[in-house]
């Protein structure tokens, strides 16, 4: 039994921010990610990406470049902070982007190399479950928690306060507000014992792009892009699991000056690995690439994705005081 609590008590630090976060390689929704957690969790997550396509990664539109090439480094570091609203679960995050992202254009048989480096738009992220368990609030919440059928509101947005371009098209910033509302959704199947759990996880959600009016001189208008995500997951053990990936882009056509791009319609599939080194200590792998991307106006993109999750509670740390004394 004291086991099986610690096991439980030990998720608290490693579930409060999943593996990705809102801005990762394909804009896809992390494995485990809207996982409820203890009230009062923190985690600060350190990500890092090396992604290549014919779209600008640092840019959830994907706005597909025809013939480009583009190979991108990406580190995201941020903070994660859960507690309880209304008697519900929630979690507050900031994530800020960093990196650099150079590529190739070829127009008209001429081929044109661009680069961006520095800091990139932070983003801001809320959630909060309306269906499913009530908000952990102590150890014996913790002890009988099992998700069920979870389903929580998420709200991100993204400051448009990263550095920028106005000469060129690609950049780390993107110079407009954006954000997106969606329904994450986590459905348990089976015992939820660590090394047994398995869930199926949803994200249907919603991308909405304000213009960027200073877009190498011209105004980039963006329709609304709706996204699924979607997870199979698997305890392999008690600290090893993984997932299978998939995601389904659709919408997000681009407008510059009132000539029309196209929408998109792409699949992402992707793997992913965590790891719980220790109580603390989260390791996450995993790769991701588009399947659907002959035509040159596919969606084009594959990325290699490796994070490291610290996540602390005072609960936790509280009984490894006592213990130690």
Known sequence: MKQAMRSRLALVTLLAIGALGPLN?????????????????SAVP????????????????????PG???DATMAIAGYARTFSLFDRAAMAAILLPMGRIS????????????????FGDPMLEFSMTVIGPP????IPDVIRYEPGFTLKLLADLALPIGEY???????????????????????????????????????????????????VGQTLSTDPMFQLDAHLTRDFTEHLWGSLDAAWYNGGKATVNGVQGEALDNIGIGLTLGYAVND????????????????????????????????????LEGSRRLKSE
């Open 25 to 41: 390689a394909l804009a896809q929704m992390p494995a485990r990610f809207y996982w409820d957690t203890l009230s009062g969790a």
């Open 46 to 65: 350190l990500i890092f990406e090396s992604i290549s396509g014919n779209t600008n990664p640092f840019d959830p539109a994907h706005i597909v470049t």
């Open 68 to 70: 480009a090439n583009f």
């Open 103 to 118: 590529g190739d254009v070829t127009v008209a048989g001429r081929t044109f190399n661009q680069s961006a480096s520095g």
């Open 135 to 138: 908000a952990q609030k102590n």
């Open 165 to 215: 371009d106005d000469d060129q098209p690609l950049n780390i910033g993107q110079n407009r507000w954006y954000g997106r509302f969606g329904l994450p959704i986590v459905w348990q199947l089976g015992p939820w014992v660590p090394g047994r759990r398995t869930t199926l996880e949803f994200l249907p959600a919603v991308w909405l792009f304000g213009d960027n009016t200073d877009y």
């Open 280 to 315: 603390n200590l989260n390791l996450t792998l995993g790769y991701k690439s588009t399947i659907n991307d002959d035509a040159p106006g596919d969606l084009r993109m594959d990325g290699f994705m490796a994070t490291l999750v610290f996540g602390w509670h005072p609960l």
